[in-house]
Structure formats: structure tokens, C-alpha cells
């Protein structure tokens, strides 16, 4: 009937906005009243700054500097030395995801740090989705 694994693919690759506008839909449909979320995909800045985020901070590139690249991902990960430097030499196969769970603020600071050394950073954007999850609960129980 429902394809589970594709559902939690495309749940998982939404943005903010669409997962708010799928909460929206789905409060529609199964005459869901819900006040006490802000409406994020109104754009109001207001808005968007009361909503709780975390990030992932992610290194896509080195820049020349190899040495000071690992010692900047051991300190940065909490690795050993070993594992900072395999990390730092396999990083064309894969990206290396240095912070899990971060706030913008941290996200930005390791940021900076990395593209100081020639790194070339991505901050991706952690949005939890409870309120969906819940909606999606709702309406399979009461189908």
C-alpha cells in the first residue's frame, strides 16, 4: 500500500518551508487545529528566528595544507590522529561530516576556521520532524 521507505527518502530531502506546508496540508485534511507552531513558511523573519534548528557542519574540500587540515578535523571531530588524517585523505570518495547537531552559531565558527585553512565548508540545515511525524501517525491510525 504505502511504500515506507520512499516516503522517509522524500521526508527526509525537505526544507523547512515544504515540511511546514505538508503539516498545514495534512492539519487540513484530518481537521487538525494546531496554534501553538509558528508558521514558517510565511517568510516572516520574525518567524523563522523562533523556530529551533540545528546543523551539520560538513567538509567537502581541503585546501593544500594537508597537515594543518588534519589537525584542524582531529580537533574539530574528537579524533585521533590516525583517524583525523584517513578522514582528511578520503575525503574525494565522501564528504567528512565534522559536527553533528550544532547550532548556527558553533556551524559558523568551525566554518570560518576551515575556510581559513582553504577548506571549502557546508552547513546543512537539521530539521526535526516531529510535527510531521505525529501528523503522519494521526492520519495512518485513523485510516
Known amino acids: 500500500m504505502f511504500d515506507i521507505e520512499k516516503i522517509a527518502e522524500q521526508l527526509s530531502s525537505m526544507t523547512l518551508v515544504q515540511a511546514s506546508k505538508l503539516i498545514k496540508a495534512l492539519e487540513k485534511k484530518l481537521g487538525i487545529e494546531n496554534t501553538s507552531r509558528p ?27 594537508k597537515i594543518k587540515m588534519i589537525k584542524a578535523v582531529k580537533d574539530c571531530t574528537g579524533l585521533g590522529l590516525k583517524e583525523a588524517r584517513d578522514q582528511v585523505y578520503s575525503l574525494s570518495n565522501k564528504p567528512i561530516v565534522l559536527k553533528k547537531n ?18 571549502e565548508i557546508e552547513i546543512v540545515e537539521i530539521f526535526l520532524f516531529q510535527e510531521v511525524a505525529q501528523c503522519l501517525f494521526f492520519f495512518l491510525k485513523n485510516e
Open 39 to 65: 508558521d514558517i513558511a510565511t517568510g516572516d523573519k520574525k518567524v523563522e528566528t523562533s523556530v529551533k534548528s540545528s546543523f551539520d557542519v560538513v567538509l567537502k574540500a581541503t585546501g593544500k595544507e
Open 102 to 119: 550544532v547550532s548556527l552559531s558553533s556551524a559558523e565558527t568551525i566554518k570560518k576556521k576551515f575556510l581559513a585553512l582553504g577548506g
